[in-house]
């Protein structure tokens, strides 16, 4: 468990970095209710958030003694911690340390609304680093590996979680960053030359250099990158993607992640057989629960991750609401870790899903279609409108004009058999859309004040 992690060195090159990883799933849980027992003490004496919230919804500290009392904790979302925040600036009353504790400050992308702030003790970020390395060995990286960072430095935890786990694994950081003008071609140059071995930012980008790379006649499989791992979007776990990236660089592509107010959020992760996220539940726990009752479905149907850190001291999440579609289960993987996994990965989110004439459409769905076609660009958009009282869902994707004869046709049947709606499709000369070296946003909604 936690502290255990901290003290565990390196395995021999092909064991499990802890046998906590393998153990009967019963056992293991015995061992995470011991340590969310102690989380949750610590939290009800540490943070007035928690503590006002817990005691409005009926619950007292000496209620809670099996998991069942747990799950009936009530849940957090994102919205509650901001509020607070606004409430309790800057940090909100969910601090439970003191501010000359503090180690690092991150926050959200700040896409919507107010952003939220994020707080790590010296402790926290250990953790995560330890965390993060021991997932990282799950999927192949080793000491040897030099690893090319190519996402946002920023207020972000992505890169930085990535960061640190490299550095904990004692192999070669390589921080390059993303976002400034240019620096995808300084990005394809310096890969050239310093051949990394593995790579770390968000799927869409990666497919984005390789296209790059591939205008200016390189081929990325010359970078020698023999691992790709990926957060932020739900990309790495979409089949025709995976595959796509693994084409492009030649090598293995990992999917993980999962919110930063859950960090360490490799937390979720796939290992090197690619068979979807395990969730590594010793590092925090996960439920997978119904949207609407917040009780655990079981395994083989579909639900919205819950997260609750084990250990963590400065910002505390239990039970926190991902918002996040996925379908989990207890089937074996072949590396033999006995947690819970996630088949078809995160592959959805409640509210980037978009209801057309009563049919919910997710861009996940899209992008599986879009991916038998070759001589589509990856990029698309979906946009959204009404005429009159109906609405309309347009797909607009990238073609050379030498696409071959009646593929138009073709795509918007697949689109229909798959979405259950029929799409309208628009193709587009390539490089039209706008790309993103960040989260790409492919939703487009024109109905407002629906
Ligand atoms: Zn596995």
């Not at 950081?173 to 770390?200: E, V």
């Not at 990325?220 to 691992?227: D, N, S, T, V």
Request: with cysteine.
């Amino acid at each position: 468990m936690g502290d255990k992690i901290r003290t565990t060195q390196s395995p021999g090159s092909n064991s499990l970095w802890d046998p906590i990883e393998t153990m009967d799933p019963e056992q293991r849980s015995a061992l995470i209710w011991q340590r969310i027992q102690q989380q949750v003490m610590y939290v009800w004496d540490h943070s007035p958030f928690y503590r006002r919230k817990w005691t409005d919804a009926g619950f007292v500290l000496g209620d809670l003694k099996t998991w069942n009392d747990f799950e009936r904790l009530p849940v957090t979302t994102k919205e509650d911690l901001r509020r607070d925040q606004e409430e309790y600036p800057p940090f909100g009353s969910n601090l439970c340390v003191s501010p000359s504790e503090i180690y690092h400050i991150h926050g959200t992308s700040g896409t919507t609304g107010r952003p939220t702030v994020f707080a790590w003790t010296k402790e926290d970020w250990d953790f995560m680093a330890d965390s993060h390395a021991r997932v990282m060995w799950s999927f192949g990286l080793r000491p040897t590996d030099r690893v090319f960072i190519g996402s946002v430095f920023s207020l972000y935890i992505g890169a930085w979680g990535a960061l640190a786990g490299v550095e904990r694994l004692g192999a070669q950081a390589f921080p390059f960053g993303a976002g400034q003008q240019g620096q995808t071609d300084r990005a394809i140059d310096w890969m050239r030359s310093l051949k990394p071995t593995a790579f770390y930012g968000t799927p869409s980008y990666a497919v984005y250099l390789a296209e790059r790379a591939r205008r200016r006649a390189i081929d990325p499989r010359e970078f020698g990158i023999r691992i790709l791992f990926f957060s932020g979007e739900p990309g790495a776990g979409i089949p025709t993607t995976k595959k796509l990236i693994e084409e492009q660089f030649g090598g293995i592509c990992i999917d993980s992640g999962s919110m930063a107010e859950a960090t360490p959020w490799m937390s979720n992760s796939e290992c090197e057989h690619r068979t979807g996220m395990h969730l590594w539940e010793d590092l925090v726990y996960t439920e997978v629960v119904d949207g609407i009752s917040h009780r655990k479905v079981p395994f083989g149907h579909e639900g919205t991750p819950l997260y609750t850190h084990v250990f963590r001291r400065a910002q505390p999440i239990v039970r926190m609401f991902s918002g996040d579609l996925t379908r989990w289960t207890n089937e074996l993987c072949p590396c033999g870790r006995t947690y819970p996994r996630l088949p078809r990965g995160i592959y959805g989110r409640l509210d980037d899903m978009v209801t057309v004439r009563g049919a919910n459409v997710y861009p996940s769905q899209v992008e599986t279609v879009l991916g038998e076609f070759p001589e589509l660009s990856h990029e698309f958009r979906m946009v959204v409108d009404r005429e009159g009282a109906l609405d309309q869902l347009t797909i607009l994707v990238e073609s050379q004009p030498s696409r071959p004869e009646g593929m138009d046709r073709k795509l918007a049947e697949r689109l229909k058999a798959a979405l259950g709606i029929r799409a309208e499709v628009q193709i587009l000369y390539p490089g039209t859309l706008e790309r993103t070296e960040f989260k790409a946003r492919r939703v487009i909604d024109k109905r407002g004040g629906n």
